[in-house]
C-alpha cells in the first residue's frame, strides 16, 4: 500500500480531537517514514497560514455563519457526527449506509471514489 495511503489510515483510526493536536499526524508520519520536521515547518510556515485560511472559506461556505458544534464531520454534505462523541465509526456508519459503497476495503484496494468526507475542528 502507498505511503500516504497509510498515513491516511493512521489519521483515520485516530480519535477525531476537537483541536489541532499534532501527536497525531506527528506519530503516523513518523510511523510511515515521512518527514515530520518538514510537515510541521510548512504548517507553521506561510503555506501553512495559506491553507488554514481557505479551510476558514471552506467551512464558511459549508456551516454558514452562525454557530456549530466542533468537531463536526459530514460526509457528501450531511452531518455524521458533532461533538466529543464524535469519532470514524459514526462516519463509517454514514459511508456503509451509500449503495454499494464501503467504508470497509482490503489493504491494497483504492480508497473510496466519490464521497466526500469534511472535517472541521479547531486550529491555530
Not at 506519530?27 to 491553507?51: E, N, R, T, Y
Not at 460526509?75 to 459511508?95: S, Y
Request: charged fraction near 25%; glycine fraction near 8%.
Amino acid at each position: 500500500m502507498d505511503v500516504k495511503l497509510k498515513y491516511l489510515d493512521c489519521m483515520d483510526s485516530s480519535k477525531l480531537p476537537l483541536f489541532y493536536e499534532p501527536a497525531i499526524p506527528e506519530a503516523c508520519a513518523k510511523d510511515q517514514g515521512l518527514p515530520w520536521d518538514q510537515i510541521s515547518k510548512c504548517f507553521g510556515g506561510p503555506m501553512g497560514d495559506a491553507l488554514l485560511k481557505e479551510a476558514g472559506n471552506v467551512t464558511t461556505s459549508a456551516m454558514g455563519h452562525g454557530s456549530f458544534t466542533l468537531p463536526t464531520v459530514l460526509v457528501d454534505g450531511k452531518v455524521a457526527c458533532t461533538g466529543a462523541r464524535c469519532d470514524f465509526q459514526d462516519v463509517a456508519k454514514m459511508l456503509d449506509a451509500k449503495p454499494s459503497q464501503s467504508y470497509l476495503r482490503k489493504k491494497d484496494q483504492e480508497p473510496l471514489s466519490n464521497v466526500t468526507i469534511s472535517y472541521f475542528f479547531a486550529s491555530k
